[in-house]
């Protein structure tokens, strides 16, 4: 019998990019099945709270050629090993955009293979186009009128659109993207 290899890609998708679906498919050529897990995390302050985030991935990825990986999208509030290991998942996926990532995920590793050495990172380099995609990046553009149709799906395009219309018509400041 075949052991199944199962993988969790974590991350806020806050909202979830082009670049994010990019790591998904590409992970689908290296696992059995894949647990997007969607971090709660509302310390940072997300744009679309957990249930919306959740509701966008599962839209992505059903449109997805899995290469006959199944995927399931969670979301987790726990240790991403706690996450892991409930999860039966033997990889957690990272996906690398600049060298800048690296050494944030390289300690992350580290620290996650102290916690439980039975699950192995594997990191995949982004695909050159989307390098230079992030979420936050990916909202301030938006939230200041620029074109993101390059950047996330035309369905995403159209929830952070509608989403920054109503913020703009309430007067909501709070949500502001700040950069350094």
């Not at 995949?124 to 979420?135: G, K, N, T, Y």
Request: proline share 3%; no cysteine; hydrophobic share 40%.
């Amino acid at each position: 019998m075949v052991k199944k290899r199962v993988g969790v890609y974590p991350g806020t998708f806050d909202p979830i990019t082009n670049g994010h679906t990019d790591i998904i498919q590409r992970a689908t050529h290296i696992v059995d099945h894949l647990i997007v897990g969607v971090a709660r995390n509302d310390g940072k302050g997300p744009l679309f709270n957990t249930e919306e985030r959740l509701q966008q991935v599962r839209a992505e990825v059903a449109t997805m050629n899995t290469n006959g990986t199944t995927i399931e999208v969670r979301s987790f509030e726990t240790l991403l090993m706690h996450f892991a290991v409930e999860s039966g998942a033997s990889l957690i996926i990272r996906g690398l955009r600049a060298v800048s990532d690296f050494e944030y995920e390289f300690q992350m590793a580290g620290m996650n293979a102290r916690l439980n050495p039975n699950v192995e990172t594997v990191f995949l380099m982004a695909s050159d186009r989307h390098q230079f995609i992030s979420s936050r990046f990916v909202k301030e553009i938006g939230r200041l009128g620029g074109d993101i149709r390059h950047f996330v799906s035309p369905r995403v395009a159209e929830t952070l659109s509608v989403r920054f219309a109503h913020e703009a018509n309430s007067g909501d400041s709070s949500k502001r993207v700040q950069t350094r």
